[in-house]
């Protein structure tokens, strides 16, 4: 399967919330109940599920929803920001930054919790650059 990103860069593929509805319930509340463990975010296992950022408002996770980076990305057809010639983007740092605490949380956890619930979220900056070298794209630097 090939791999996803999201507009900011998090490997949408690999986030458990990612289609999460068709893994079925089972998966959704081991999700809502790990999520809960390790980031103390409190979600209804029915709401956890994630067409990812090109879908529509209705399929992608509610707190996705009123990103710009996101929003942005699909009124310029971009498949992630890495496609974007915009080299400092306050809409895209601010999508990234969700994602900064990550790494501190990630060195507390079990392998299988790291894999399921921390990896996807990790480097969004260094996974869009690699995505940018190989597209041509400038590099952005890292903050």
Same mark, same amino acid.
């Given at each position: ?7 900011? =860069?998090?490997?949408?593929? $690999? ?36 067409? =990812?950022? @090109?879908?529509? $408002? $209705?399929? /992608? ?23 974007? @010639?915009?080299?400092?983007? /306050? ?9 900064? =605490? ?10 299988? $919790?790291? /894999?399921?619930?921390?990896? @996807?979220?990790?480097? @969004? ?10 597209? =041509? ?7």
């Amino acid at each position: 399967m090939r791999k996803q990103i999201s507009a900011c =860069g998090v490997i949408c593929s $690999d986030c458990p919330a990612y289609r999460a509805a068709e893994k079925g319930i089972a998966h959704q509340k081991r999700t809502a109940e790990a999520w809960l463990r390790i980031y103390e975010r409190k979600e209804r296992y029915e709401d956890v599920s994630c067409g =990812g950022c @090109p879908s529509s $408002d $209705d399929e /992608v996770f509610h707190t996705s929803r009123p990103c710009q980076a996101r929003r942005c990305c699909i009124s310029k057809r971009f498949a992630s920001c890495a496609e974007c @010639p915009v080299e400092n983007c /306050v809409d895209l740092e601010r999508a990234q930054s969700v994602w900064d =605490g990550v790494s501190e949380i990630a060195s507390t956890l079990s392998q299988p $919790d790291f /894999v399921s619930y921390a990896e @996807p979220y990790l480097d @969004p900056r260094g996974r869009l650059n690699k995505a940018r070298r190989a597209a =041509g794209l400038p590099v952005r630097g890292h903050r």
